[in-house]
């Protein structure tokens, strides 16, 4: 029997339309916009200005806080403008680099994408590669590598985690990474391994991507603390609460983070950028995008470069004019766009065009329980849809809205047809902003 966990739905996985695409290097882009939010936790702050001459691999914005990460020029050219830009995740301006290409070829900043020895490398060297490198989870959570690989001195981690699942829905980016470079994830998960002293590594693939299985397995097989695991087909596999308990069986507490059970969980891309980040002091500059949906004339599979225009990789699958939604990741997770004028981030895991999205309006909970069956989190979203339309965001607090991974599946077997999902984002939203109020509040009372 396939391990898995409790809950999750099993949607049509539309992966067909691309799964076959190899991955193609885009031409690089005649510009870019490189914005300072690319990550969850603090933004970078620009560290060039209009008219600074730029090489592939420079940074241009500088991270000011742990929990943030730097970002760099991805081409070679001149910064025509420091302007805000919309940031595709959420909407908000943000301050961006502009970019203009001035060479056909990358002229990298000194040091950069060389191959280098890295034997001697200790853990706190690797770790500040990454660091340095600008690695985020490229699952799309975005979470900055080298805190995840920072666990408090009494958390020892005796597991590590790479995510190969790839269960949302019509995404095939880490399916093609897995069969084209699968010796260099396994040996970026090595360098996980060596930073955290971690005894133990497993990866975790779905039973739909056998040849996967096979390619990583294959790749594995001189390394006795590491192993290839057959999964469930089954939403969310990939999330990380679910990756640990169909694993290892441990359950994540409520409010925690894996360090908590002793595990570290990673996405096979992030595995690969870290390779590269300490075998060849490269940053991330460039990364696996899906373009797929029936909006499209050819789905596929490119490496393009950061701060892409969207527009560019619309082209290049051939956008089709009955094409009515687009949507930045996948049909599950993935957040629907107003604006074609935006550019490519490092959490931009795919881009889903579609011809004929499904409306529908809601109606009244019928309290049926199927959202309560299916939730992998084991929290009731029809309470916590009933308490966030009384706006009673104190009470969604206590019946822990924070817990929730906004998945999506109890929108989605939701007879009802109620936004769930788009409540709780709401919910999170309000409670953050009180959150804030609250902190200012006690700041000015503790002034003199």
């Known amino acids: 029997m396939l391990k898995t966990f409790k809950g999750g739905i099993h949607p049509h996985d539309m992966k067909e339309l691309s799964k076959d695409a190899e991955i193609e290097t885009l031409p690089l882009p005649d510009h870019v916009h490189i914005l300072m939010s690319q990550h969850i936790g603090a933004p970078c702050q620009p560290c060039v200005q209009k008219g600074d001459k730029v090489k592939t691999g420079q940074v241009v914005g500088e991270a000011k806080g742990f929990v943030s990460a730097p970002v760099h020029a991805s081409i070679t050219g001149t910064v025509t403008a420091v302007e805000d830009r919309t940031l595709p995740v959420t909407g908000v301006p943000c301050p961006a680099v502009r970019i203009e290409r001035e060479s056909d070829e990358d002229e990298w900043a000194e040091g ?3 191959a280098c020895d890295i034997a001697s490398l200790g853990a706190e060297e690797i770790k500040e590669r990454i660091q340095t490198a600008g690695i985020v989870g490229l ?3 975005t979470f900055p590598t080298h805190v995840k690989l920072s666990p408090p001195d009494n958390g020892k981690i005796d597991a590590v985690i790479l995510n190969g699942a790839e269960c949302e829905p019509y ?3 880490d399916y093609r990474l897995m069969l084209r470079s699968p010796g260099e994830i396994i040996e970026g998960m090595k360098l996980i391994m060596k930073v955290l002293d971690c005894p133990n ?3 975790g693939i779905e039973a739909n991507k056998p040849d996967c299985y096979q390619a990583l397995a294959e790749a594995a097989k001189a390394e006795e603390n590491i192993s290839a695991e057959m999964l469930a087909v089954r939403y969310p596999q990939g999330a990380e609460h679910q990756l640990i308990h169909a694993l290892l069986g441990r359950e994540v507490p409520s409010g925690g983070l894996p360090m908590a059970v002793g595990c570290v969980v990673q996405n096979v891309a992030t595995a690969y950028a870290i390779y590269e980040a300490v075998n060849l002091n490269k940053p991330i500059v460039e990364r696996i995008v899906t373009i797929t949906g029936n909006g499209v004339e050819r789905p596929c599979n490119v490496l393009t470069r950061i701060g892409t225009p969207l527009e560019r990789l619309l082209t290049h699958a051939g956008l089709k004019d009955e094409a009515r939604r687009v949507i930045l990741g996948g049909p599950m997770m993935g957040l629907a766009v107003g604006t074609l004028d935006l550019s ?9 065009v579609l011809t004929d999205p499904t409306t529908w309006e809601p109606g009244p909970c019928i309290r049926c329980g199927e959202c309560v069956r299916h939730c992998p989190m084991r929290l009731v979203p029809s309470e916590l849809s009933l308490l966030l339309d009384a706006r009673d965001f104190e009470a969604a607090l206590t019946a822990n809205i924070m817990d929730c991974k906004e998945c999506g599946c109890c929108s989605y077997v939701c ?15 309000e409670l953050g902003a009180m959150k804030k109020k609250q902190e200012e509040r006690a700041k000015k009372k503790a002034e003199p």
Do not use: D, E, F
Not at 344 to 352: A, Y
Not at 415 to 429: H, M, S
């Open 201 to 203: 590594g497993y990866i």
């Open 112 to 114: 950069m994408n060389k």
């Open 344 to 352: 490519t981030i490092k959490g931009t895991s795919g881009v889903l």
């Open 415 to 429: 007879p009802a047809k109620r936004p769930i999902v788009q409540q709780i984002k709401y919910g999170k939203a």
């Open 171 to 173: 995404l095939t980016c």
């Open 139 to 141: 699952g799309g959570a």
